[in-house]
């Protein structure tokens, strides 16, 4: 299944035939101006996949950061990341990294141990910043506002009936 369009921002999920029934065994991503982020063909539990993405759904429409939204690719994603990651004495205090963690939407599950993915709003913009941990380099894609908030929902919804029929049977 999928939700969105992977040239611009999509998710992609599916069962295994032999999902493990509650482990619900399957295949999940994103994609994000037609690159596929994540490890798709190594799988992962969507179960744990839906807990990991309750917190990214719950903060649908809590990004609105005009000030970081202007600031140039790689100091906003090191101010967030920082915030969130860095080290004890250069990170912010705790309220900071908690408010700070609203941008962050990487499921954090496995097969995107390797992504760290960032997206503020703007008005009627939303700024994705995204970077594989073994490139040094920062890439970004904007959207429209609540673009990503309209497939991570429909993604959301459809894991959760996928878990109610695994629970179910």
Known sequence: MEFGDRTRFAVSLELDEDSGGQW????FCYWIDGKMIGNYEEGTSLRDTLTA????VHDSGKREDCARFEMPSEDVFEAI???MYGQAENASSESDGDATARFEISPQIDIFNQWKIYLIDCRSQAR???KNLSDPNVS???LKRAEFDACIQLAWDQLNALYD???SA
């Open 24 to 27: 619900m065994f399957g295949k």
């Open 140 to 142: 970004e894609f904007f």
């Open 81 to 83: 990341d920082s915030s």
């Open 53 to 56: 993405l309750k917190w990214v």
């Open 128 to 130: 994705l910043l995204y």
């Open 165 to 167: 029929r695994a629970l």
